[in-house]
């Protein structure tokens, strides 16, 4: 069991917040008795309670649970999430208000307390360990966490005979010393423009550097458009919470505009509108969330998932370079219409680190053990 996203990271539940409610909880069979009518079968098979607007339907109108006692394993474990693949780990929901970073010895006390206006934080990581033990200890846990093992293990062999395999230490090793580089957001144009030149090969001398050569035609405003398709397809998606009133936020596409709703508020943000310089501090924000996500099992999990799904024509380090490359262009959308609201001409540290945190959504509802595979 590996809880090291939790290092570092405290989390303490916010009162009238209900984030973690702005989803369709996925119930396991042995759960669904005591929750009654509140639980439908779902188009792909799963049990789970339907949302009911922007929330599930059991959370009150005044953002408390109303099946608390009896709520989902999901429910408990957040904002953590157990992933199986060749070991068992569990990650930190950055999306989460409730999660922050541990105070340091070095910062006054007041900095803490601000972190925290509700009270002193937990470890995270005891969080994390307690996490794995309740998922761990669902019915059929162990078989699911057996079948993602041999998953991995079947990945391994076919990426291996087409020969685009990569060791995992060597895969995170090699994009280590350059996500400084990927996190500066006028580069992306030529990391996307070098990873479509072809296949990257980790044998190849210094291949990830060589990823950022390439002139790119494009523009990053131009990469905009079609992260705002991918990122804001579901229109009831909440991305994040206003930490005054705790207000949820939604977006949707609406051609060249998002569109944000905040209660009965609206706003529409042109996409060639968005500040896109970033501060050296709100690039360096980025760049430590880039590795946050090399240490993660679900980012080497996506990328095998991209791997099979072509059929075993793309490279295993090609694919991992995508996963990153559309986290960092997806926390530049969410940074630009951020500032945009906030009237921003840059984007600055604290930008940076609400935009990582909406980012975060693209993750929150994940049901529990395995859900990557």
């Not at 989803?23 to 005591?34: I, K």
């Not at 199986?84 to 803490?112: F, K, M």
Request: charged share 25%; with cysteine.
């Amino acid at each position: 069991m590996n809880v090291a996203d939790a290092k570092g990271l405290t989390f303490e539940c916010q009162p009238g917040c209900g984030f973690c409610c702005t989803a369709t909880p996925l119930v396991l069979p042995h759960e669904r008795s005591p929750l009654g009518p509140l639980v439908v079968k779902a188009a792909d098979g799963t049990l789970r309670i339907p949302m009911k607007g922007p929330a599930c339907g059991a959370l009150r109108e005044d953002r408390a649970c109303g099946v608390y006692e009896a709520r989902p394993s999901v429910c408990h474990l957040y904002p953590y999430q157990v992933h199986a693949g060749r070991r068992i780990q569990v990650s930190v929901t950055l999306a989460c208000p409730g999660v922050a970073e541990a105070h340091r010895a070095d910062e006054p006390d007041t900095d803490g307390d601000a972190r925290h206006p509700f009270g002193v934080a937990s470890r995270a990581e005891d969080g994390a360990r307690r996490a794995a033990e309740l998922a761990l200890a669902q019915p059929g846990a162990a078989e699911q966490a057996q079948r993602a093992k041999e998953t991995f293990a079947e990945f391994d062999r076919r990426m291996k005979e087409w020969g685009v395999h990569a060791p995992p230490d060597k895969l995170r090793g090699a994009f280590l010393p350059h996500v400084a580089a990927l996190a500066r957001p006028p580069m992306l144009p030529a990391f996307f423009a070098g990873l479509a030149e072809g296949d990257l090969l980790l044998d190849a001398p210094d291949a990830v550097s060589r990823l950022f050569d390439a002139e790119a035609e494009a523009g990053l405003d131009d990469l905009l458009p079609d992260a705002a398709a991918d990122a804001f397809d579901e229109p009831e998606t909440v991305l994040w919470v206003e930490p005054a009133g705790f207000a949820w936020t939604q977006a949707r596409v609406r051609g060249s505009e998002v569109l944000l709703t905040r209660g009965p508020r609206e706003s529409r943000l042109a996409l060639d509108s968005l500040p896109l310089d970033w501060s050296e501090e709100a690039s360096a924000t980025l760049a430590s969330y880039l590795a946050r996500l090399c240490g993660r099992d679900h980012a080497e999990g996506a990328a095998a998932w991209l791997v099979d799904a072509s059929g075993y024509q793309a490279t295993l380090p090609a694919a991992y370079a995508r996963v990153l490359g559309e986290a960092a262009l997806q926390v530049v959308l969410r940074a630009g219409l951020l500032g945009a609201e906030a009237g921003a001409e840059e984007i600055d540290a604290a930008l940076a680190r609400r935009a990582v945190s909406a980012y975060e959504t693209s993750f929150h509802s994940l049901p529990t053990l395995g859900a990557i595979l």
